[in-house]
């Protein structure tokens, strides 16, 4: 059984960094994709960035690319999410999704089968 667990969010000042990190579990080994979406009250579930293992290739949400870094540790089936210059609009639960899998959309929530519970980023401005 695959088990997602993020960890990492908190709080912080517009302008301040934070790194989220993801540690899958269960057949780890088979979760080519791994990815991060985030969630803010109100709102669809939006991708934020993916990467896929084998490449490695990663694909980023357009809006964020620059500020947001993905990488992985292979060694330890955990991948981490650098963000920089955070912003209040960046304020949202953080998920971490992986899959085999996902097509041709990488970023698209509905290509993932498993799923963190989510870590909270608040960004205070």
């Known amino acids: 059984q695959v088990q997602v667990v993020e960890s990492g969010g908190g709080s912080v000042q517009a302008g301040g960094s934070l790194r989220l990190s993801c540690a899958a579990s269960g057949y780890a080994a088979s979760l080519t994709y791994m990815a991060w979406f985030r969630q803010a009250p109100g709102k669809e579930r939006e991708g934020v960035a993916a990467r896929y293992s084998p490449g490695p290739y990663t694909y980023y949400s357009d809006s964020l690319k620059g500020r947001f870094t993905i990488s992985q540790d292979n060694a330890k089936n955990t991948v981490y999410l650098q963000m920089n210059s955070l912003k209040p609009e960046d304020t949202a639960m953080y998920y971490c999704?992986?899959?085999?899998?996902?097509?041709?959309?990488?970023?698209?929530?509905?290509?993932?089968?498993?799923w963190g519970q989510g870590t909270q980023v608040t960004v205070s401005s």
């Open positions: 999704a992986a899959d085999v899998s996902v097509g041709d959309r990488p970023l698209s929530p509905l290509r993932y089968r498993f």
